[in-house]
Nanobody
Framework: RVSVVESGGGSVQPGGFMFLSCQMY????????MAWFRQSPGQERRGVAA???????KYAESAKDRFTISKDDAKRVLYLQMHKLTPEDTGIYYC?????????????????WGQGTQVTVSS
């Protein structure tokens, strides 16, 4: 069975940088679509960025020009580079994956989910 595990969370000051990774286990096909979601305190989980099987990407408006999503299909790893972080970026970041080729920030369309990693942006 496919599973995904996030790593790389922690605390950072506003304006800082953070790098998240997500390792996939149990893959049964060559490529997957993958995405990052965030659940901030008191809010619903929302999409941050997604990457399709062939590498096309989609970002939430708040992530454009600051975040970069990428994946390494050979290593089965998803990445998220986050620059110029603000307190509004604080939350639990979840990695997700799906067997289908999709680039969507709608969480109900994703099949596999990690447990999440906490990112805190605070001075």
């Amino acid at each position: 069975r496919v599973s995904v595990v996030e790593s790389g969370g922690g605390s950072v000051q506003p304006g800082g940088f953070m790098f998240l990774s997500c390792q996939m286990y149990g893959a049964t096909q060559d490529m997957y679509s993958m995405a990052w979601f965030r659940q901030s305190p008191g809010q619903e989980r929302r999409g941050v960025a997604a990457v399709g099987q062939r590498g096309d990407t989609k970002y939430a408006e708040s992530a454009k020009d600051r975040f970069t999503i990428s994946k390494d299909d050979a290593k089965r790893v998803l990445y998220l580079q986050m620059h110029k972080l603000t307190p509004e970026d604080t939350g639990i970041y979840y990695c997700s994956a799906d067997d289908d080729d999709q680039v969507t920030l709608v969480d109900r369309l994703w099949t596999y989910w990690g447990q999440g990693t906490q990112v805190t942006v605070s001075s």
